[in-house]
């Protein structure tokens, strides 16, 4: 037995043997620092905090001044012109709130329908001026562009001259500027004559007189200058 035990213990020493662990000196222990910790957790919950107001913000909304019918340039806007929207982001429109000053101010420029109404397009300057007027008259197809006129539409108004039936050899006259520059105010369609039209046009105070006479006597004619 004590032979086996010898032989054992060779076979150990020998090239079959198992490592030894050796005992060394110490790893060395990292030193904590919980000032870096603390600035991680400053620097992850800021982050968090900055992402939570941005997100919020992008999707806040704000009631906005939006136009719900067509208005004319030249034409006081009505409360029932306008509504307000809820709109989210940075844009530019009249608030909400504001939405009773814009009543009864003029449009500078066509409004259309969804529109979100910015201060630019109205002015609280009257309709009309003192050196202007409004008249009406009626014409017939030829005596306007055949597509029509609509409001904003900037025309000069000539008066025709009267037929003469005498003599179809005579030279007709040539028509006479009444009016350089008008503003078609508003245009509806005549019930009185088929393919008539009623347009209000927005004269110089000083050739109202003389468009409303020759309108009365069919001899107005409206040339489209500017739309």
Same mark, same amino acid.
């Given at each position: 037995?004590?032979?086996?035990?010898?032989?054992?213990?060779?076979?150990?020493?020998?090239?079959?043997?198992?490592?030894?662990?050796?005992?060394?000196?110490?790893?060395?222990?990292?030193?904590?620092?919980?000032?870096?910790?603390?600035?991680?957790?400053?620097?992850?919950?800021?982050?968090?905090?900055?992402?939570?107001?941005?997100?919020?913000?992008?999707?806040?909304?704000?009631?906005?001044?939006?136009?719900?019918?067509?208005?004319?340039?030249?034409?006081?806007?009505?409360?029932?012109?306008?509504?307000?929207?809820?709109?989210?982001?940075?844009?530019?429109?009249?608030?909400?709130?504001?939405?009773?000053? =814009?009543?009864?101010? @003029?449009?500078?420029?066509?409004?259309?329908?969804? *529109? #979100? $109404?910015?201060?630019?397009?109205?002015? !609280? /300057?009257?309709?009309?001026?003192?050196?202007?007027?409004?008249?009406?008259?009626?014409?017939?197809?030829?005596?306007?562009?055949?597509?029509?006129?609509?409001?904003?539409?900037?025309?000069?108004?000539?008066?025709?001259?009267?037929?003469?039936?005498?003599?179809?050899?005579?030279?007709?006259?040539?028509?006479?500027?009444?009016?350089?520059?008008?503003? =078609?105010?508003?245009? @509806?369609?005549?019930?009185?004559?088929?393919?008539? *039209? #009623? $347009?209000?046009?927005?004269?110089?105070? !000083? /050739?109202?007189?003389?468009?409303?006479?020759?309108?009365?006597?069919?001899?107005?004619?409206?040339?489209?200058?500017?739309?």
């Amino acid at each position: 037995m004590t032979s086996l035990k010898n032989d054992a213990a060779a076979s150990m020493t020998g090239h079959g043997a198992l490592p030894v662990a050796r005992v060394g000196a110490p790893l060395p222990i990292r030193q904590k620092r919980p000032g870096y910790a603390a600035l991680a957790v400053v620097l992850i919950v800021g982050l968090a905090a900055l992402g939570a107001y941005f997100y919020s913000q992008a999707g806040k909304k704000v009631p906005v001044v939006v136009v719900t019918t067509r208005v004319p340039v030249g034409h006081t806007i009505e409360r029932s012109d306008l509504s307000t929207v809820q709109i989210a982001g940075n844009v530019t429109a009249i608030g909400g709130a504001n939405l009773d000053s =814009v009543v009864g101010q @003029t449009a500078v420029v066509e409004l259309l329908p969804n *529109t #979100l $109404l910015q201060r630019a397009m109205v002015t !609280s /300057a009257p309709a009309l001026t003192s050196s202007a007027a409004q008249v009406g008259v009626a014409v017939s197809p030829g005596q306007i562009p055949a597509d029509g006129l609509n409001p904003g539409d900037m025309v000069q108004v000539l008066q025709l001259p009267v037929k003469n039936n005498a003599s179809s050899s005579a030279a007709t006259p040539a028509p006479s500027m009444l009016a350089d520059s008008a503003t =078609v105010y508003s245009s @509806t369609n005549d019930p009185s004559r088929s393919g008539g *039209t #009623l $347009l209000t046009l927005v004269v110089p105070k !000083s /050739a109202a007189g003389a468009v409303a006479v020759a309108s009365n006597a069919g001899l107005i004619a409206l040339i489209l200058v500017g739309r």
